[in-house]
Nanobody, 120 residues
């Protein structure tokens, strides 16, 4: 079994910062891409930022220059540093990872989500 657990969400005023963490545990052989998605009320889930095993990153245009994704491969953990937060960043943030198990089965896994609320 593989599990992703997010933490770090909360309520913050516009202009503030939050740091999200997502740790993978279980029967893991390797982790390839890791990413953060978000879903605002009444909207579809969207990609916020992604990071490949080699460290290459990509960001949604709406967060470029404000958010930074990073990972600690030794801890099987991905982070999302969010600065200059705006009310439109409000939503549930989900961690996603492409994981190969010890049995060499590769799948995408999701965390349970963490709420981020930015007040104006």
């Amino acid at each position: 079994q593989v599990q992703l657990v997010e933490s770090g969400g909360g309520l913050v005023q516009a202009g503030g910062s939050l740091r999200l963490s997502c740790s993978a545990s279980g029967n893991i052989f390797s982790i390839n891409n890791m990413a953060w998605y978000r879903q605002a009320p009444g909207k579809q889930r969207e990609l916020v930022a992604g990071i490949r095993s080699g460290g290459g990153t990509n960001y949604a245009d709406s967060v470029k220059g404000r958010f930074t994704i990073s990972r600690d491969n030794a801890k099987n953990t991905v982070y999302l540093q969010m600065n200059s937060l705006k009310p439109e960043d409000t939503g549930v943030y989900f961690c996603n990872a492409m994981i190969t198990t010890a049995q060499k089965s590769t799948n995408f896994y999701w965390g349970q989500g963490t709420q981020v609320t930015v007040s104006s």
